[in-house]
């Protein structure tokens, strides 16, 4: 009996490095991307702005003239100071995927111990975590915006990820009322606002919630009113901007049928990006273990709350898409929006999944594994490569090494150009991709040949809106683009 009890730790100490090589394994290529990454299109205009006007001058232009969205305003004017992020575009992708795995930890920890009310150890709480950002990850519809191009990323992502930690502080206020908590949590709402207008909805309902939980506390109640006093003055700075009028308004209107297949089709995209992943499941199946051995005490407090939390849910989905659409006139929403959706019905669905669980197997034994148990270990291994991503990050990362040499040489040439105010004369960027790729192995080169999924477009001049910023940015007289035959 010794020697099996032996055996066993053995072989889960085992399944355990497994674990975590897997998990190396599968991050490996994000945390490599960033540095074959370079900036495109939008990224120019701030930095443009910024040579000739001073920082605060920029963010009033753009807020009378383009948008309200001042958090970004902000972010890419004092990122972008003396070209910070053009010289470094890795720093962004790799604060934003650490910063969305901490928030993940930390959002997971705050809503166990002082949502529910449950202690669980630290190797539980950082593998949740893990596991909750994984299954982020692997249901982003466009990753190429979410974490790799500057100007979507610090709009969706970057506070998707501050939404989290706020989330998790009021948790923890809450439970505790400990000062600094609210104080934080009122500096990311007015950051939160002002990233874009679907967190505008998100920091409303959020805030409603809050208030219906707590309107019977009158000390809490006090701070909700202080709450509501800031999103509303955020709100108004935001909605009121003369450069939102003027940018929805060039925006062309579209007949009413199209606001309601904009709005309908989002649906399917969001919960397919979701349940499609067997890591979703494996997810549920592990929140349910944690949560089992304290049904009871769940079951007392929100065992009848699974319709206020579909109505939540529900409603708080069809206004961040509605509101958009409207906005945008019956066009269909951009991927890089529908990530946020996705990230957040992630959340919702993994709460209507476990209390559903935890209702249905009320009266009977479950089968439940250990997080230790070598069987779970294999079954985690399994799903965690059962999708889309890994394949998707390898192909980014081998074709974004060969083509970053382009890029790099592209690069030299704009600059030798620029400073001579001349013409760049610059090869066909397929081209200099055949050249690149004629002497390797044919499936290496097809891959290479290939646009990374995780980028956007590694050709400079593929549009008429990338060159006319490349031109302005670089003090380019014209550029001429030969075709291989003038090689």
Not at 18 to 43: A, E, G, H, K, Q
Not at 368 to 383: E, H
Request: glycine fraction near 4%.
């Amino acid at each position: 009996m010794i020697k099996e009890n032996n055996l066993d730790r053995y072989s889960v100490k085992k399944f355990s490095s497994v674990i975590w090589v897997s998990i190396i394994l599968f991050l490996f290529p994000l945390f490599l991307l960033p540095f074959f990454n370079y900036p495109s299109t939008d990224d120019f205009y701030i930095p443009d702005l910024i040579r000739s006007m001073g920082f605060w001058e920029v963010q009033n232009h753009v807020y009378q003239n383009w948008g309200a969205r001042y958090s970004f305003n902000f972010i890419s004017a004092f990122g972008n100071w003396n070209h910070f992020v053009l010289n470094h575009y890795y720093f962004h992708s790799m604060a934003l995927i650490i910063g969305q795995l901490i928030a993940s930890v930390f959002f997971i920890h705050n809503f166990l111990k002082y949502g529910l009310s449950l202690t669980i150890s630290k190797s539980e709480k950082w593998f949740l975590g893990l596991v909750f950002y994984l299954v982020q990850l692997v249901s982003l519809p466009e990753m190429s915006t979410w974490y790799f191009w500057f100007s979507s990323a610090i709009t969706y992502s970057l506070p998707t990820i501050l939404l989290f930690f706020q989330l998790g502080l009021l948790f923890r206020y809450y439970q505790k009322r400990d000062l600094w908590s609210i104080f934080v949590i009122l500096i990311l709402t007015v950051i939160l606002v002002g990233s874009n207008e679907v967190f505008v909805v998100i920091q409303g309902v959020t805030l409603f919630v809050f208030a219906m939980l707590t309107y019977r506390n009158k000390v809490i109640f006090r701070v909700v009113l202080l709450m509501v006093l800031v999103l509303s003055l955020s709100a108004g700075f935001y909605l009121l901007s003369s450069g939102n009028q003027y940018r929805f308004g060039i925006i062309p209107s579209k007949s009413p049928v199209f606001y309601v297949l904009s709005t309908l089709v989002q649906f399917p995209i969001i919960f397919w990006s979701i349940f499609k992943n067997p890591l979703f499941w494996f997810f549920g199946f592990t929140v349910f273990m944690v949560l089992k051995p304290y049904q009871e005490l769940i079951l007392s407090r929100f065992g009848n709350s699974l319709r206020y939390i579909l109505f939540v849910f529900f409603g708080l989905l069809i206004l961040t898409i509605v509101i958009p659409v409207i906005g945008l006139k019956g066009s269909m929403l951009p991927l890089r929006l529908v990530n946020v959706l996705v990230v957040f019905s992630v959340m919702s669905c993994m709460a209507v999944f476990a209390l559903l669980a935890l209702k249905r197997f009320q009266k009977r034994e479950t089968l439940l594994l250990n997080f230790s148990s070598k069987y779970f270990l294999i079954v985690f291994v399994v799903v965690l490569f059962a999708n889309h991503f890994t394949a998707d990050s390898y192909q980014s990362l081998i074709s974004a090494f060969y083509r970053s040499k382009i890029h790099s040489k592209q690069l030299e040439a704009m600059k030798r150009a620029g400073e001579e105010k001349g013409v760049l004369r610059i090869k066909n960027f397929n081209c200099e991709l055949d050249e690149l790729t004629e002497n390797q192995n044919v499936t290496l080169a097809k891959i290479v040949k290939e646009n990374p999924p995780f980028f956007m477009s590694f050709d400079f001049f593929s549009d008429e809106n990338s060159l006319e910023f490349l031109i302005k940015h670089y003090g380019l007289e014209k550029v001429i683009i030969e075709d291989c035959k003038n090689d």
